[in-house]
T-cell receptor
Framework: EPEVTQTPSHQVTQMGQEVILRCVPISNHLYFYWYRQILGQKVEFLVSFYNNEISEKSEIFDDQFSVERPDGSNFTLKIRSTKLEDSAMYFC?????????????FGQGTRLTVV | GENVEQHPSTLSVQEGDSAVIKCTYSDSASNYFPWYKQELGKRPQLIIDIRSNVGEKKDQRIAVTLNKTAKHFSLHITETQPEDSAVYFCAASIGYNFNKFYFGSGTKLNVKP
């Protein structure tokens, strides 16, 4: 069964450093998402991406965040200058086209620790 | 924006008993409600979902009910088994593009053998 794949599974970075979290969505999917979950808190929406542009973003997704689909398979989340409060589990998800295909398939997550 | 509240945060049941997890939402425009199961160290996986034009949906031992008037929806698991032990998340989505999901805080279900 096709899966969304995220790398790395765990990333430790120093405050102020840039990080890139990588995701390979399911190949025929057209909608891509990033969510994050701070330990003990809710899963929070960050951004959705369709047709090579951001379709929606949350207040969390400020100028420090960016997303890119650099080729036909990868979908990346970049945090330019990490803060301690960026420490969280980051989930990538993808969805097929059409209003009948509602299921979002999640990756296994990248645990980001900012020290 | 939408706010989804989920209760209880932890639930412990004996194998064979039923488990019910409840969620409320705030925005009456929400029209799609998925439930995800996340086993320890694994990805969240969709187990059942319901659209706002339906009041109930069942899939074997799992059912979801939706009360649009009261703005709440519930997950029902019957004849629980130890492999049902996991964290369950409810979510709500507004609109027909499903651009984002608002998640509940999760319920850790423990099924004791």
């Amino acid at each position: 069964e096709p899966e969304v794949t995220q790398t790395p599974s765990h990333q430790v970075t120093q405050m102020g450093q840039e990080v890139i979290l990588r995701c390979v969505p399911i190949s025929n999917h057209l909608y891509f998402y990033w969510y994050r979950q701070i330990l003990g808190q809710k899963v929070e929406f960050l951004v959705s991406f369709y047709n090579n542009e951001i379709s929606e973003k949350s207040e969390i997704f400020d100028d420090q965040f960016s997303v890119e689909r650099p080729d036909g398979s990868n979908f990346t989340l970049k945090i330019r200058s990490t803060k301690l409060e960026d420490s969280a589990m980051y989930f990538c998800a993808s969805r097929d086209r059409g209003t009948m295909n509602t299921e979002a398939f999640f990756g296994q997550g990248t645990r980001l620790t900012v020290v | 924006g939408e706010n989804v509240e989920q209760h209880p945060s932890t639930l412990s049941v004996q194998e064979g008993d039923s488990a019910v997890i409840k969620c409320t939402y705030s925005d009456s425009a929400s029209n799609y409600f998925p439930w995800y199961k996340q086993e320890l160290g694994k990805r969240p996986q969709l187990i059942i979902d319901i659209r706002s034009n339906v009041g109930e949906k069942k899939d074997q031992r799992i059912a979801v009910t939706l009360n649009k008037t009261a703005k709440h929806f519930s997950l029902h698991i019957t004849e629980t088994q130890p492999e049902d032990s996991a964290v369950y998340f409810c979510a709500a989505s507004i609109g027909y593009n499903f651009n984002k999901f608002y998640f509940g805080s999760g319920t850790k279900l423990n099924v004791k053998p």
